[in-house]
């Protein structure tokens, strides 16, 4: 068994521009990935302690040698994300929320409910910053007080941490890197918050996902939500598992270092 496998950045660099619109489209809603529907369900993980890990409940699904797609859902908690959740449920489903600070203080009970769900929930700042470009001081305030914001509404601190809009520099690594955070970037983006039409969000899914793929959406957006039962259910369909993002990896991230996508050549018995 290798480490976890990861792409660096620079071969997503491209998708880096349009990540998540602008700061004007933040809303609420998170989500992620887990079990595929044609899987046998994981058990969910237990409430887990302060400050520990997530990492815990991963590692189910060798996705080296079954075809995975991690879901993840950033820019939430919102209004929409409830409905989200009852969808992930009843397909079994467990995914990946990269929640906003802000939005975790004002719905704490949502990101109670994500991760006694057994999603998995990371940072995505606290005010949508672009962190790439953010003074060191900046970029302590926005990830400290989104840790702080998760921690007390669920009783975790996150290990992951998406930069909104993709955008990455090496002072953000270094600080990641200190303060336990894999950086979590993505190989799908069907640009949900710039196109609020599902069926135009569920096409661009179905048609981009690969084996090992990591599916950028937003909760936050009605319309997305609107195409997650039928994207989980043609990709199960096609014989994938959900997993979350440490599950993707083989449940064990490094800290700063950058996660696109796992590598098409470590998909073994696969064509
Ligand atoms: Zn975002």
Do not use: N
Request: proline share 7%; with cysteine; glycine share 8%.
């Amino acid at each position: 068994m290798d480490g976890p496998i990861l792409v660096r950045r620079a071969a997503a660099a491209v998708l880096a521009a349009t990540v998540c619109g602008a700061l004007s489209t933040l809303g609420p809603g998170p989500q992620r990935v887990g079990l595929a529907a044609a899987s046998a369900p994981a058990p969910v993980p237990k409430h887990r302690g302060s400050a520990g890990a997530q990492h815990g409940a991963v590692a189910r699904v060798d996705c080296r040698r079954v075809k995975c797609v991690a879901l993840t859902f950033d820019d939430g908690p919102a209004e929409s994300t409830g409905r989200l959740l009852d969808i992930l449920a009843a397909h079994h489903v467990r995914a990946t929320f990269f929640i906003v600070g802000e939005q975790a203080a004002k719905y704490p009970e949502l990101v109670r409910r994500e991760h006694e769900a057994g999603h998995q929930i990371a940072d995505h700042s606290y005010t949508h910053a672009d962190l790439g470009r953010a003074s060191r001081k900046k970029i302590l305030s926005e990830l400290t007080r989104t840790q702080e914001a998760i921690r007390r509404a669920s009783g975790i601190t996150p290990d992951m941490l998406r930069p909104p809009y993709g955008s990455v520099s090496k002072r953000l690594t270094a600080i990641t890197r200190r303060m336990g955070l894999a950086q979590v970037l993505w190989t799908v983006d069907p640009l949900d918050w710039e196109h609020r039409d599902t069926r135009y969000v569920e096409r661009r899914v179905l048609k981009a996902v690969r084996p090992g793929y990591i599916v950028l959406m937003h909760d936050i957006h009605p319309t997305t939500v609107d195409a997650v039962p039928s994207i989980i259910e043609k990709l199960a369909a096609r014989g994938y598992a959900f997993v979350t993002v440490p599950e993707l990896f083989g449940g064990s991230l490094t800290p700063g270092e950058e996660y696109v996508q796992l590598k098409s050549g470590d998909h073994q018995g696969l064509p």
